[in-house]
Nanobody, 126 residues
């Protein structure tokens, strides 16, 4: 059974930091890309970042470049999203996602995600 379990969400002031974790199981972690979507209240889900388990290639949506860092620990089957300089517009439910690492990380994030976690809430206060 595939499982993606997110943790690390919470309430933080603007300018602060949070680190999200996604523990994965039930599939070949090294052959997959793991990423993050987020959904703000009243808005569509947005792909935020993605990392390849094969070669570590990464992708970030423009709005988080320079502030968020995605990394993976293949030995622990865990992906992290370090979020710094948080803004109120970063508020939302963050979902861990996984799909086969075929193609660019942008493509996999947009079109190739097969599995979804239940999400963790991030709230950034102004």
């Amino acid at each position: 059974e595939v499982q993606l379990v997110e943790s690390g969400g919470g309430l933080v002031q603007a300018g602060g930091s949070l680190r999200l974790s996604c523990a994965a199981s039930g599939f070949a972690f090294d052959d997959y890309a793991i990423g993050w979507f987020r959904q703000a209240p009243g808005k569509e889900r947005e792909g935020v970042s993605c990392i390849s388990g094969i070669d570590g290639d990464t992708y970030y949506v423009d709005s988080v470049k320079g502030r968020f860092t995605i990394s993976s620990d293949n030995a622990k089957n865990t992906v992290y999203l370090q979020m710094d300089s948080l803004k109120p517009e970063d508020t939302g439910v963050y979902y861990c996602v996984a799909g086969e690492a075929v193609g660019s990380m942008w493509y996999v994030l947009e079109y190739g995600m097969e599995f979804w976690g239940k999400g963790t809430l991030v709230t950034v206060s102004s």
